[in-house]
């Protein structure tokens, strides 16, 4: 991967279960976004967490950043069919944050 | 939904042909970015653009070409489409004083 490693590459839960995903990034960040796409489509941007920031939250989603670690997590509450989908760290660089690199997702399958 | 268009949404085209794919968006963003993704894996950038006839390659080396004669509109040519062109090209636009970017559905290529 030319940033980092999402882990794990696939996820299956139960439908109420918490999912769980982490994103590994190599170089110095401005800022972190996590984004997901369904199947065959384009991606949808989640959240975004900057690297000044450790914690943020928005609905059932809960994202952390540990600079130190150069890691994220993001948290899904409460998982729903409907979340299914793949998910995507990226990193705007400090030095040119216009431009994002991203992992190699996490697919997660919510069973119902 | 963001309003950000790409055409076609399929293409299956024999090799040799000249193809453009169109991204179009009317939000006003003045950067533009075309992304490749093969099934299941990350996102390469291969062009992105800061605004009217302003053109950069991304960081994976591409045959493809763009242009920025309009601010909505940024197309990506391959002159002789060739079987390794085969992929899912995404285009994306990020608005001034903000990090997310928006994606259109994707234009999924097959080159026979």
């Known amino acids: 991967s030319q940033q980092g490693e999402e882990d794990p590459q696939a996820l299956s839960i139960q439908e109420g279960e918490n999912a769980t995903m982490n994103c590994s990034y190599k170089?110095?960040?401005?800022?972190l976004q996590w984004y997901r796409q369904n199947s065959g489509r384009g991606l949808v941007h989640l959240i975004l967490?900057?690297?000044?920031?450790r914690e943020k939250h928005s609905g059932r989603l809960r994202v952390t950043l540990d600079t130190s670690k150069k890691s994220s997590s993001l948290l899904i509450t409460a998982s729903r069919a409907a979340d299914t989908a793949s998910y995507f760290c990226?990193?705007?660089?400090?030095?040119?944050?216009?431009?994002?690199?991203f992992g190699s997702g996490t697919r997660l399958l919510v069973r119902p | 939904e963001a309003d950000i268009y790409q055409t076609p949404r399929y293409l299956v085209i024999g090799t040799g042909k000249k193809i453009t794919l169109e991204c179009s968006q009317t939000?006003?963003?003045?950067?533009m970015y075309w992304y490749q993704q093969d099934p299941g894996m990350e996102l390469h950038l291969i062009h992105y653009?800061?605004?009217?006839?302003?053109?950069e390659k991304g960081d994976l080396s591409s045959e493809s070409t763009v242009s920025r004669i309009r601010t909505e509109h940024f197309p990506l040519t391959l002159e002789s489409a060739r079987p390794s062109h085969t992929s899912q090209y995404l285009c994306?636009?990020?608005?001034?004083?903000?990090?997310?970017?928006?994606f259109g559905p994707g234009t999924r290529l097959t080159v026979t």
């Open positions: 939000m006003g963003h003045d950067k």
């Open positions: 994306a636009s990020k608005g001034q004083g903000t990090y997310e970017q928006y």
């Open positions: 653009s800061y605004g009217v006839n302003s053109t």
């Open positions: 967490i900057r690297s000044n920031e």
């Open positions: 990226a990193t705007g660089r400090m030095d040119s944050s216009y431009k994002l690199i």
């Open positions: 170089t110095s960040i401005n800022n």
